[in-house]
């Protein structure tokens, strides 16, 4: 497996391209381009196929892989577009070249307001920074690395690296692929199959991956330290038979999100990194005939872990909707999400407020503003007081849920804050 640098590094002539006809709306999904999963410090991970979305890790930026409509059975052309989330008023760029993208190319933002681009050309994956440039794009193209597959990881805290995994067999490969100094660079080899990826610091320094070791076994999380070579330590160790995976992390509180088998089947669980307490795995967090998975932490809650909110993505046989939570509460607050929403994506401001962006036939680029509810004083008597079954027991789980009603949120800076009502 070998990495190719671009010679010299210089940025390819910006390209025009027209940018297609109004959106009219969200674009249809193919069939198998999947969903978002959870990432770094509440941001979700890198997108995983066209129409999923990914953002930076303070929010400042969004990317995603779009088309415009067309009639149906029409082949889409799809594009990269960069959103951009910090301003009053939150805006898309569309950043397409002379020639469409396949549509299993990623797109993750960086902090300085690029795209960078994966894309798979015969046996090689090539990588190359986009950035508009007046009417045009411009594209600076970074190198190539042979080998059949490569997932991009969460842009890293520091806004200017992007890493990415190619997971094999018996060992996976770690690579430097935006950040470096002459293109991609193979920064850690770690035995055994890698997935996942979620940042444990604000530094950019330590990388956790869910890993399978050569010849089976449980599936346990992991911490890479890229400052020592990749060095590999134990995370997730809650039995010695269960797999244990990490889907969030929050670098202020030491809050961590998890999915495990340990009570005996799946479950979503919760602990504080580098605390002894026992993982917790709140009944509140499976309701039944749902689907519930973490995307963004309140961060800023410093040594406060069992105070943070969480905003959970909830897919039911009606759609999906937005579910916050706290470790110190009892109960899971279901909320409407906006129509358009790219499920799963979304971050906290410091204050409590969650920002979900979304695209619809009214609103090609939008950000609705949710105030997270506050948790009712649990009733007196009532078991686990922390809002958990008490460890790894498992009970009865929570009735069926269903979906709250769509909310309609005002545009970013010209309302006063839509708060969403719980059910």
Known sequence: MTACAIEGGTAGAATTADPGP???????????????????????????????????ADGAYGARLTAAPGPPGAQRAWYPERWTLDGPEPYAVPLPLNQPEEPDAQVVPLADGRVLIRRRVADRQMFSLLYPTGPATGELALGAVECDGMTLLPPSPDGGSVYAL??????????????????????????????????????????????????????????????????????????????????????????????????????????????????????????????????????????MPESCAVALRVDGPAGSWVGVWRPQGRRLHHLAAPEGWSAGAGYWSRDGVLHLPYANAATPCGVALLDAPTDEEAPSGAAGGDGTDGGTSGTEPSVATAPPAVCKPVPLGQAPLHRATST
């Open 166 to 303: 190619s997971a094999g067999d018996h060992s996976s490969l770690l690579w430097l692929v935006a950040g470096g100094a002459f293109g991609p660079e193979l920064v850690a080899e770690v035995p055994g199959h890698c997935s996942g990826g979620v940042w444990l610091d604000r530094a950019g320094r330590m990388l956790a991956l869910d890993r399978r070791l050569p010849g089976g076994g449980p599936l346990k999380a992991v911490a890479v330290d890229l400052e020592r070579n990749g060095e590999v330590t134990p995370l997730l160790q809650i039995t010695p038979e269960s797999d244990d995976r990490l889907l969030l992390a929050d670098a202020d509180s030491g809050l961590l999100l998890l999915r495990s088998d340990a009570p005996g089947h799946d479950r979503l669980g919760w602990g504080v990194l580098g605390s002894c307490l026992p993982v917790r795995f709140p009944e509140c967090l499976r309701p039944a005939d749902v689907a519930v998975t973490p995307f963004a932490v309140q961060p800023g809650q410093m040594l």
């Open 22 to 56: 109004e959106k009219s709306g969200e674009p249809e999904e193919p069939a198998g381009a999947g969903t978002p999963s959870p990432g770094p410090c509440g941001v979700p991970r890198a997108p995983r196929g066209p129409g999923t979305f990914t953002l930076t």
